[in-house]
């Protein structure tokens, strides 16, 4: 039977926060206004890392640049965020990390809180077909309106929509006999306890203290 693995993508396949580092992107392409975005995305990350972010407030904010450009100019920022951040952050350890998986014929996912728009191109980067993101809800134009098109893929939402996924597949949690979920953060104990084999890779320190008291795997993909 073949096995289920979920990857968490920020602090967990990269090391960095693929979200954040977007905002301090475009601060530096001068969408943005530099002390004013700089001190609110910080703002929303420390939510995001306390587990207390308005998700749907993030995503507002976090799109108002896109809604400012054009699909064109959006896709070339795109472009040059994965080239210049994205692609020197990507380790051998974590490719090869999904590549075992992969090898296995385990059935892989890239479950994540940041946004399609971001994180697409990085599960093509390393090679990960299925994607589970916060999806953007776009206007007719193609560019983001500021709003979540369906359910978020922030804490239970990660569950639900992989819920969702599986149906799709006609299948369900139980007809996997592994399930693999690796994991930086908090966030995401509501995947991590549907795991078989719960990972805290490069954990938090309240996810590392967790992992030592229930038995976890505790992986240092990062030095």
């Known amino acids: 039977m073949t096995s289920l693995c979920l990857f968490d993508l920020d602090h967990t396949l990269l090391p960095l926060d693929s979200d954040h580092a977007w905002g301090e992107f475009i601060i530096g392409l001068g969408w943005v206004d ?14 995001y890392q306390a587990g207390t972010l308005d998700i749907h407030a993030y995503i507002d904010f976090a799109t108002a640049a896109l809604r400012r450009y054009s699909a064109a100019e959006c896709a070339a920022a795109q472009a040059q965020f994965m080239a210049q951040v994205i692609e020197p952050a990507i380790t051998p350890q974590a490719r090869e990390l999904v590549r075992s998986h992969q090898a296995a014929g385990d ?20 090679g990960i077909d299925t994607l589970l993101a916060v999806q953007l809800e776009q206007n007719d134009d193609g ?35 592994r399930i693999s979920v690796y994991s930086d953060s ?32 505790i992986l240092e993909l990062f030095k």
């Open 107 to 126: 059935r892989v996912a890239l479950v994540t809180a940041t946004n399609d728009f971001i994180t697409a191109p990085i599960a093509r980067a390393f």
């Open 34 to 47: 530099e002390a004013g975005f700089r001190r609110t995305n910080d703002d929303f990350y420390a939510h």
């Open 186 to 217: 908090m966030n995401d104990l509501p995947l991590l306890e549907r795991a078989t084999d719960p990972v805290a890779t490069n954990p938090s320190p309240d996810l590392a203290q967790l992992a030592r008291e229930r038995g976890w795997r």
């Open 143 to 177: 560019r983001p309106n500021g709003r979540i098109r369906g359910i978020p893929t922030f804490r239970a939402g990660k569950t639900a929509r992989v819920d969702e996924w599986l149906r799709e597949l006609g299948c369900s949690w139980a007809d996997f006999e």
